[in-house]
């Protein structure tokens, strides 16, 4: 069974910084192009930051280009994301997903609906 499980969120400041962290279980990321999700209140999940783990190509949209960076660690089977310069409208429920017949920019921005595993994800708040 695939299984996806977010965590590192938290409460931060703006111009702060937090790491989340997707760890898998039940297979192997390494075929997989793993993408960081993100939906605020009143808004539809949008895609943040994927990665292809098989060669490391990523995609990240312009609004976080510059401020959040996406790795992968295979011997943990998990992928990372690195969240700089925080803004408080970064704040919202953060998720990760995988697919395998996509491309990281495919998959942040639009193969993610083909995605039905979503986990609980966890919540990034940036304030003051």
């Known amino acids: 069974q695939l299984l996806l499980v977010e965590s590192g969120g938290g409460l931060v400041q703006p111009g702060g910084s937090l790491r989340l962290s997707c760890a898998a279980s039940?297979?192997?990321?390494?075929?997989?192009?793993i993408g960081w999700f993100r939906r605020a209140p009143g808004k539809e999940r949008e895609g943040v930051s994927c990665?292809?783990?098989?060669?490391?190509?990523?995609y990240y949209p312009d609004f976080v280009k510059g401020r959040f960076t996406i790795s992968r660690e295979n011997a943990k089977n998990t992928v990372y994301l690195q969240m700089n310069s925080l803004k408080p409208e970064d704040t919202a429920l953060y998720f990760c997903a995988a697919e395998v017949l996509a491309t990281a920019q495919s998959m942040c921005v639009e193969d993610w609906r083909e995605f039905d595993g979503w986990g609980q994800g966890t919540q990034v708040t940036v304030s003051s």
């Open positions: 039940g297979f192997n990321l390494d075929n997989y192009i």
């Open positions: 990665i292809d783990v098989s060669d490391g190509s990523t």
